[in-house]
């Protein structure tokens, strides 16, 4: 059963940085894309970015460009995302996703920024 | 950017069948996932590549993609059917539909 573990939310203040980490389990992890998927409360999915099974592509959404960097350790079968400058608008659940079909999901964890 | 456009809200009786849209520019062209999520819950595939069905995923979830509409339906709706879907389609970028929110009453 694939299992996606994510950890690392919690409160920051605006401007700060958090690194988000995802335990995969179930799967051979490097052999799968890998993507994070955000949530604001009461809103929609979000796409935040993904990064290919090897680690040597990674592609972002507009909105996180340049502050927010996705990488992979398989020997590790863990996922990050590390975020710096972080703003009110980044308040929310995100979501380790396996696969470029999102096949399977985490349960999230919370981020919330604010003052 | 790319935008998928889907209605707000669908309601249905138990054992009809639900119908859910998603709308783009030349949707057909691409290939469309849809995902039901429920309160409190994480997303959930139930149809890949237009309209293929994950295992695990009952045959009343059917999915259809041409022209600029992609369409999910739930054939023989039940209660347990009820949440939010969302569509997603890739270009450039992952892109998810605002979401329909499925009522059974």
């Known amino acids: 059963e694939v299992q996606l573990a994510e950890s690392g939310g919690g409160l920051v203040r605006p401007g700060g940085s958090l690194r988000l980490s995802c335990a995969a389990s179930?799967?051979?992890?490097?052999?799968?894309?890998m993507s994070w998927v955000r949530q604001a409360p009461g809103k929609g999915l979000q796409w935040v970015s993904r990064?290919?099974?090897?680690?040597?592509?990674?592609t972002y959404a507009d909105f996180v460009k340049g502050r927010f960097t996705i990488s992979r350790d398989n020997t590790k079968n863990t996922l990050y995302l590390q975020m710096h400058s972080l703003r009110g608008d980044d308040t929310a659940v995100y979501y380790c996703?396996?696969?470029?079909?999102?096949?399977?999901w985490g349960q999230g964890t919370q981020v919330i920024v604010s003052s | 950017s790319y935008d998928l456009t889907q209605s707000p809200s669908v309601s249905v009786s138990p054992g009809q069948t639900a119908t859910i849209t998603c709308s783009g520019h030349?949707?057909?062209?691409?290939?469309v996932c849809w995902y039901h999520q429920r309160p409190g819950q994480s997303p959930r595939l139930v149809i890949y590549?237009?309209?293929k069905r994950p295992s695990g995923v009952p045959g009343r979830f059917s999915g259809s993609n041409s022209g600029n509409i992609a369409t999910l339906t739930i054939s023989g709706t039940q209660p347990i059917d009820e949440g939010d879907y969302y569509c997603q389609a890739w270009d450039s970028g992952t892109v998810f539909g605002g979401g329909t929110k499925l009522t059974v009453l």
């Open positions: 030349r949707l057909g062209d691409k290939y």
């Open positions: 990064i290919r099974n090897d680690g040597g592509s990674t």
């Open positions: 179930g799967f051979t992890f490097g052999d799968y894309w």
């Open positions: 590549e237009d309209n």
């Open positions: 996703v396996q696969g470029g079909d999102l096949t399977s």
